[in-house]
C-alpha cells in the first residue's frame, strides 16, 4: 500500500495563477482532509469530505475549493493564488469501525510558496 | 467552541528522563483524543488514541497519554526519552467529523 500520496511535493506559483493539488489514498478511506501547517499555528483544516461526492468547509476555506469525484481521490484548487497562501499542505484520511472515528493517516505534504 | 491547547511551545528534557508534553481540550460531548508526531520535512504520524476505556492508553515507540475528564487532559507521556524522540508532538481531537489540532510542542532530548 502506497497510503496516502501527495502530488506535487513542491510548488512556485505568482500571485494570481492557479494550480491543483492532486491526493490519493489507496486506503478505501472515506473520510478526507485538507489541512495547512504554518509555523506556530498547528493545523488547520481547510476543507474535508465524508464520502465520495460530499464536500464541507472547514476552519479556513477562503481562497480555496474542493472535489471528491472518486472515493479514493482528493483535489485541492487555488484559483487565484495569494502571497498568504504560501504554506505546507497535508492531506489526511481515515475511517470509521462501528460509527467509532479511528486515526488519520497523512500524506507527506506539498511545500507551496506563492511570490 | 472546540479548540486544543499546548501550552508548552518547546520541551526540552535531558536522555534517559521522564517527559511529558501537556495538553487540554475544550469540546462538547466525548471526544476522541489523539497524539502525532512530526518528523522534520515529513507528515503527521499516528502515536496513539484515547477512545473509551482505561485512562491510562499505551501506543507506539513507548509512548503513553493519560485522560483526565476532570481535567480535560490529555498528556503525553514517555518514562525514559531517547535522543531519537526528538520532534514535533500535536495533541488532536476528533468531534462531530472534524479534527482540532493543538499549535504544536516541540521536544528537544539532549545527551
Known amino acids: 500500500n502506497a497510503g496516502v500520496t501527495q502530488t506535487p511535493k513542491f510548488r512556485v506559483l505568482k500571485t494570481g495563477q492557479s494550480m491543483t493539488l492532486l491526493c490519493a489514498q489507496d486506503?478505501?478511506?472515506?473520510?478526507m482532509y485538507w489541512y495547512r501547517q504554518d509555523p506556530g499555528m498547528g493545523l488547520r483544516l481547510i476543507h474535508y469530505s465524508v464520502g465520495e461526492g460530499t464536500t464541507a468547509k472547514g476552519e479556513v476555506p477562503d481562497g480555496y475549493n474542493v472535489s471528491r469525484l472518486k472515493k479514493q481521490n482528493f483535489l485541492l484548487g487555488l484559483e487565484s493564488a495569494a502571497p498568504s497562501q504560501t504554506s505546507v499542505y497535508f492531506c489526511a484520511s481515515s475511517y470509521s469501525v462501528t460509527g467509532t472515528f479511528r486515526e488519520q493517516y497523512f500524506g507527506p505534504g506539498t511545500r507551496l510558496t506563492v511570490t | 467552541a472546540q479548540s486544543v491547547a499546548q501550552p508548552e511551545d518547546q520541551v526540552n528534557v535531558a536522555e534517559g528522563n521522564p517527559l511529558t508534553v501537556k495538553c487540554t481540550y475544550s469540546?462538547?460531548?466525548?471526544?476522541?483524543l489523539f497524539w502525532y508526531v512530526q518528523y522534520p520535512n515529513r507528515g503527521l504520524q499516528f502515536l496513539l488514541k484515547?477512545?473509551?476505556?482505561?485512562?491510562l492508553v499505551k501506543g507506539s515507540y513507548g509512548f503513553e497519554a493519560e485522560f483526565n475528564k476532570s481535567q480535560t487532559s490529555f498528556h503525553l507521556k514517555k518514562p525514559s526519552a531517547l535522543v531519537s524522540d526528538s520532534a514535533l508532538y500535536f495533541c488532536a481531537v476528533h468531534n462531530f467529523n472534524k479534527f482540532y489540532f493543538g499549535s504544536g510542542t516541540k521536544l528537544n532530548v539532549k545527551p
Open positions: 484515547y477512545i473509551t476505556g482505561d485512562n
Open positions: 469540546v462538547s460531548g466525548n471526544p476522541y
Open positions: 486506503m478505501n478511506h472515506e473520510y
